[in-house]
């Protein structure tokens, strides 16, 4: 019987702790319930207002010279004179004389030229001067048969002539030879690329670097057929003078200061692109290195550059702040009941402070320009006119 109650003794003394357990547990009051309701979220809002605006297009592009040569001489021989203005980004004058070619060879093809010019003059006066007697003898001899341009000598005068010609052309050609040893261009402009050097021989045809004219530069700007239409311009528009040419603002960001630089749109390719199905137009800077420079900062050739084309004609558009466009299309708008409408909108044009819309809202809508990263369409919210935003 002892041995039983051992072995019982642990079993009842379990038994009455989880029993006593239950009993306080049952025993505990029960907490009271928060009847409090949950609170809404506030949201910053904006009304949207009605404008007449004009739009401007927003594109971009690389700065290029309007006038670019690969410098090739027409003549060989060794460079013996190089000016300091033909080096790497140097710049140039009109008729600057960038390289000197040897021109002994040349000297002496003119004076060569010079004598066969006088050889054949003599030679021309020679055959009219027998020319002069032949007719006379003929005409004294009283002969009945007309005479032959060859029994006048008529024939070695013409023949006269043109090796008189011919040595004069040849002249012509050792002179201009001779003028072709020196490099000079007609524009203004800046070295590219320099591929020779003084002491060099060159042959003719061969390249001896790359220059462009500095007087304007170019900037091939993409345009969609929208951003087309918006700008009211035809495909194969050319501007007739700069009155009529639209006006672009070009921008970019060296270091941490932005430059801007004024341009006007001078024509747009009659077609359209096949691979990328774009338009472009071309925009031209006058003087980008001179009076078109800002603060000293010229717009170079290969530079990237934002470009802003100014729009030509009003349209009525809705508008609001950059804050409230959500992704590509979408706004929040908080209705009468003061719901959460999630809608789509056609963007017309947008900026760093306001976006213009034409459809998908109305004037006097209330668009939320707080963040809301877990938006439901229908969700009950507060609305705080931003002008109370702290």
């Known amino acids: 019987m002892k041995k039983l109650f051992r072995i019982m003794a642990p079993v009842l003394v379990l038994v009455g702790g989880i029993v006593i357990v239950q009993v306080l547990v049952a025993a505990k009051p029960e907490p009271e319930k928060n009847e409090e309701e949950a609170r809404l979220v506030s949201l910053y809002v904006d009304e949207v207002q009605s404008e007449m605006v004009t739009v401007s297009v927003v594109t971009q592009g690389e700065v290029r010279p309007k006038t670019e040569i690969e410098l090739i001489p027409q003549v060989s021989g060794r460079i013996v004179a190089m000016s300091e203005n033909f080096s790497e980004g140097a ?70 002539e ?3 010609r011919s040595a004069k052309a040849d002249l012509r050609k050792a002179r201009l030879d001779l003028e072709r040893t020196e490099i000079k261009l007609p524009f203004r402009g800046r070295v590219r690329e320099r591929t020779v050097g003084i002491g060099q021989y060159v042959a003719a045809g061969t390249s001896m670097g790359r220059v462009f004219s500095i007087d304007r530069v170019e900037v091939r700007l993409p345009l969609t057929d929208r951003q087309l239409v918006e700008l009211n311009l035809p495909l194969g528009f050319m501007s007739n003078g700069m009155v009529e040419a639209p006006n672009v603002n070009f921008k970019a960001t060296l270091g941490d200061r932005d430059y801007h ?29 001179g009076l078109g420079a800002t603060d000293g900062m010229p717009m170079a050739v290969g530079m990237f550059v934002a470009a802003e084309i100014d729009g030509v004609s009003e349209q009525s558009a809705f508008v609001m702040p950059r804050l409230a466009l959500r992704g590509q299309d979408k706004v929040y708008v908080i209705n009468k009941d003061n719901r959460l409408e999630i809608r789509t909108v056609t963007v017309l044009s947008t900026s760093e402070a306001r976006v213009l819309v034409t459809t998908g809202v109305e004037p006097g809508d209330r668009v939320v320009t707080s963040t809301l990263p877990n938006a439901v369409d229908g969700m009950e919210v507060e609305a705080i006119p931003s002008q109370q935003r702290g």
């Open 91 to 160: 710049e140039f004058l009109p008729d600057t004389l960038l390289l000197k070619i040897d021109d002994t060879d040349y000297r002496l093809a003119v004076i060569r030229a010079e004598a066969d010019v006088a050889s054949a003059q003599t030679q021309l006066e020679r055959e009219l001067a027998t020319h002069e007697i032949k007719q006379d003898e003929w005409a004294s001899g009283r002969q009945k048969e007309k005479p032959t341009d060859f029994a006048l000598n008529l024939t070695q005068v013409a023949q006269a």
């Open 162 to 164: 043109a090796m008189l």
């Open 261 to 289: 630089w004024q341009g006007q749109i001078v024509r747009i390719d009659a077609a359209v692109d096949k691979e990328t199905r774009l338009i472009y137009a071309t925009a031209e800077v006058v003087d980008p290195y």
